[in-house]
T-cell receptor, first 118, second 109 residues
Framework: GAVVSQHPSWVICKSGTSVKIECRSLDFQATTMFWYRQFPKQSLMLMATSNEGSKATYEQGVEKDKFLINHASLTLSTLTVTSAHPEDSSFYIC??????????????FGPGTRLTVL | GQNIDQPTEMTATEGAIVQINCTYQTSGFNGLFWYQQHAGEAPTFLSYNVLDGLEEKGRFSSFLSRSKGYSYLLLKELQMKDSASYLCAASDSNYQLIWGAGTKLIIKP
């Protein structure tokens, strides 16, 4: 299957600082990438849909000024958590969407980034 | 509205068979996915069904009935490493995935 990488895999930062998380599709071009957040013992929650070359679409309740998404190329999307606070501590997972012959979508997940804000 | 329902938790015995059910309601339908997720890790793809019927892949099989808005994941010859959460997700008319809350499967020796 296709490979999606995330960097860093884990990060600890102080409250008030900003953290950037990268999501890369390594062997295919992804016009669309998704950013999810997952709190312990809960399911994935879609935060935003990132489209290459255009503004991201945020889900209701997700602050776009706090979670900045940049999809600058067909293989890279970044999520920046600005002015992070302890309640932002979570597992952030990206996925990249690849059309498979126009029949169905395939979403390939990155390994996730565990963010801990002190 | 769009909705996915699956049981919160199930328990099964090593070596046995377990069936995890999923019902869905979506605006349009472009397939049903099953993912496995171990604690602290990202989900991994298990199966995809877009036509009615059973798809078998080794110890795992997935079934779909579009008329009933129903799918199940069947796990045979359970192993301890199968202890994980199993996520059901339906693809809607915009190809966006609608996620279930996941079923935590506990395997006992």
């Amino acid at each position: 299957g296709a490979v999606v990488s995330q960097h860093p895999s884990w990060v600890i930062c102080k409250s008030g600082t900003s953290v950037k998380i990268e999501c890369r599709s390594l062997d295919f071009q992804a016009t669309t990438m998704f950013w999810y957040r997952q709190f312990p013992k809960q399911s994935l929650m879609l935060m935003a849909t990132s489209n290459e070359g255009s503004k991201a679409t945020y889900e209701q309740g997700v602050e776009k000024d706090k979670f900045l998404i940049n999809h600058a190329s067909l293989t890279l999307s970044t999520l920046t958590v600005t002015s992070a606070h302890p309640e932002d501590s979570s597992f952030y997972i990206c996925s990249a969407y690849r059309l498979a012959g126009g029949q169905h979508n395939e979403q390939f997940f990155g390994p996730g980034t565990r963010l801990t804000v002190l | 509205g769009q909705n996915i329902d699956q049981p919160t938790e199930m328990t099964a015995t090593e070596g046995a068979i377990v069936q995890i059910n999923c019902t869905y309601q979506t605006s349009g339908f472009n397939g049903l996915f099953w993912y496995q997720q171990h604690a602290g890790e990202a989900p991994t793809f298990l199966s995809y069904n877009v036509l009615d019927g059973l798809e078998e892949k080794g110890r795992f099989s997935s079934f779909l009935s579009r008329s009933k808005g129903y799918s199940y994941l069947l796990l045979k010859e359970l192993q301890m490493k199968d202890s994980a959460s199993y996520l059901c997700a339906a693809s809607d008319s915009n190809y966006q995935l609608i996620w279930g809350a996941g079923t935590k499967l506990i395997i006992k020796p």
